[in-house]
């Protein structure tokens, strides 16, 4: 089975330029998050999608980010536009059911120069 | 959620036992304990999680005291690939609901 996968990788972009980041669940997973650690912090939530609808999006943090998951699949991270302190690694993660673990991509690393 | 309390370094000799700790002296009867770890430049992987029996896989065992206010994250033969940082996250739900990442206890594991 395909573990969660994200790309890109890495992506190093200048400030007030437009960046989207992909996440791939594991197949059948209905639940997806989005995570993010920027530098020296704890990972922190930013969305949750249940199939293709919005469950919580409480931590976004503001409106420059906008995140979509289109037919329930895969779910994109838009960043528009970018600012230096949106550096960090975000992470996605999915699952199948309530109490089943989430399992998590390796993340994107994005730098904001 | 509940809050967790972990140290936040721990060293263990390669071969040996590792025992991370955890409190969570808030714990209602309804949460789950789950243990994720966090290897360098790669997300964080589930270990194991509980909700008032002792459980063990094939990574690891979790031990959780009887009044459930805390529990402890057994690597039984640590390697060196073990090095990371643990994660103790007390949640109703991991599948549904947002995980509440702490700082975590960053084990080394020591040839």
């Known amino acids: 089975e395909a573990g969660v996968t994200q790309f890109p990788s890495h992506s190093v972009i200048e400030k007030g330029q437009t960046v989207t980041l992909r996440c791939d669940p594991i197949s059948g997973h209905d639940n997806l998050y989005w995570y993010r650690r920027v530098m020296g912090k704890e990972i922190k939530f930013l969305l949750h999608f249940v199939k293709e609808s919005k469950q919580d999006e409480s931590g976004m943090p503001n409106n420059r980010f906008l995140a979509e998951r289109t037919g329930g699949t895969y779910s994109t991270l838009k960043v528009q536009p970018a600012e230096l302190e949106d550096s960090g690694v975000y992470f996605c993660?999915?699952?199948?059911?309530?109490?089943?673990?989430?399992?998590f991509g390796d993340g994107t690393r994005l730098s904001i120069l | 959620d509940a809050k967790t309390t972990q140290p936040p370094s721990m060293d263990c000799a390669e071969g040996r036992a590792a025992n991370l700790p955890c409190n969570h002296s808030t714990i209602s009867g309804n949460e789950y304990v789950y243990w994720y770890r966090q290897i360098h430049s790669q997300g964080p992987q589930y270990i194991i999680h509980g909700l008032k029996n002792n459980e063990t896989n094939e990574m690891a065992s979790l031990i959780i005291t009887e009044d459930r206010k805390s529990s402890t994250l057994i690597l039984p033969h640590a390697t060196l690939r073990d090095t990371a940082v643990y994660y103790c996250?007390?949640?109703?739900?991991?599948?549904?609901?947002?995980?509440?990442f702490g700082k975590g206890t960053r084990l080394s594991v020591i040839a």
């Open positions: 993660a999915s699952s199948q059911v309530q109490n089943q673990p989430q399992h």
């Open positions: 996250i007390v949640t109703l739900s991991a599948g549904n609901t947002p995980l509440v």
